[in-house]
């Protein structure tokens, strides 16, 4: 498809956690569909600028930026140079997350607050400081990267479990405070996916009992997550916002 005539054509979009996994696959997604895309990363460089290298070999303009979504410096410090590069910024995907797995006992204090700064905080922060952005442009979209595991909340990722819930409930407080300013926020929230950070779980018993928990019996892949996103950044949506998008196979029927 020519860029120029992509469904995202002319936006600029950051997606932070962008150097691998779900947030490349999305960045590549929303290049390839014409968005002008800042790839972030927080410490691995040479992957980032892989994931640049692709998009801009198949034609498509892109910014490599350092973000810790932990650090309103960093943050404004990224959206500042985005800004700059990109001409605008239309589209924020908060994806950057980290987990912790295990037993509801074992889970320490440090666990829970590095989850919850990254998972957590840093969508708050990045959501807080797009706005100012977004509203000067008469409008935009937020879309962050929930979990099915904030729906049927864990059981062997009690802080992420909860991390994502909390994303769930920033997502409604955030569209309330964008809808007057045509800022539309929502959330996707995937089951099990194939991502560099899901992989071993596949042929593991929690990861088979997940699979068996959908209707369709299947793991998802990288496509059916960007596809979700891909709608909700697009203009030919405009009257959704405040959702929690579930891409589980059927997993949670909520």
């Known amino acids: 498809m020519n860029a120029q005539q992509g469904r995202l054509a002319g936006k600029s979009a950051i997606v932070t956690g962008s150097s691998r996994g779900?947030?490349?696959?999305?960045?590549?997604?929303?290049?390839?569909?014409?968005a002008r895309v800042a790839v972030t990363y927080q410490s691995a460089r040479d992957e980032a600028e892989a994931a640049a290298a692709e998009?801009?070999?198949?034609?498509?303009?892109?910014?490599?930026?350092?973000?810790?979504?932990?650090?309103r410096d960093s943050v404004r410090a990224c959206f500042k140079n985005?800004?700059?590069?990109?001409?605008?910024?239309?589209?924020?995907?908060?994806?950057?997350?980290?987990?912790?797995?295990?037993?509801?006992?074992?889970?320490?204090?440090?666990?829970?607050?590095?989850?919850?700064?990254?998972?957590?905080?840093?969508?708050?922060?990045?959501?807080?400081?797009?706005?100012?952005?977004?509203?000067?442009?008469?409008?935009?979209?937020?879309?962050?990267?929930?979990?099915?595991?904030?729906?049927?909340?864990?059981?062997?990722?009690?802080?992420?479990?909860?991390?994502?819930?909390?994303?769930?409930?920033?997502?409604?407080?955030?569209?309330?405070?964008?809808?007057?300013?045509?800022?539309?926020?929502?959330?996707?929230a995937p089951g099990l996916v194939l991502t560099d950070q899901t992989r071993d779980e596949f042929d593991s018993p929690a990861g088979k009992a997940v699979i068996d928990m959908t209707l369709l019996k299947r793991p998802g892949e990288m496509q059916d997550v960007t596809s979700a996103c891909l709608l909700l950044a697009e203009d030919a949506q405009r009257y959704m916002t405040g959702q929690v998008l579930s891409v589980s196979g059927g997993a949670y029927l909520g």
């Not at 779900?22 to 014409?34: D, T």
């Not at 998009?55 to 650090?71: F, T």
């Not at 995907?93 to 889970?107: H, K, L, S, Y």
Request: charged share 20%; hydrophobic share 40%.
């Open 22 to 34: 779900l947030g490349r696959a999305i960045a590549l997604a929303f290049a390839r569909e014409g």
């Open 55 to 71: 998009i801009r070999a198949a034609g498509g303009e892109c910014l490599v930026l350092p973000l810790d979504v932990r650090s």
């Open 82 to 188: 985005a800004h700059e590069g990109l001409w605008s910024i239309d589209i924020l995907v908060n994806n950057a997350g980290i987990n912790r797995r295990g037993p509801f006992e074992e889970a320490t204090d440090e666990d829970w607050d590095q989850v919850m700064e990254v998972n957590l905080k840093g969508p708050f922060i990045c959501s807080q400081e797009v706005f100012a952005y977004m509203k000067r442009q008469g409008g935009g979209r937020i879309i962050n990267i929930s979990s099915v595991a904030g729906q049927y909340h864990g059981p062997k990722t009690v802080h992420y479990a909860v991390s994502k819930a909390g994303l769930n409930s920033l997502t409604k407080v955030v569209a309330r405070y964008g809808a007057p300013y045509n800022i539309l926020v929502n959330a996707v």
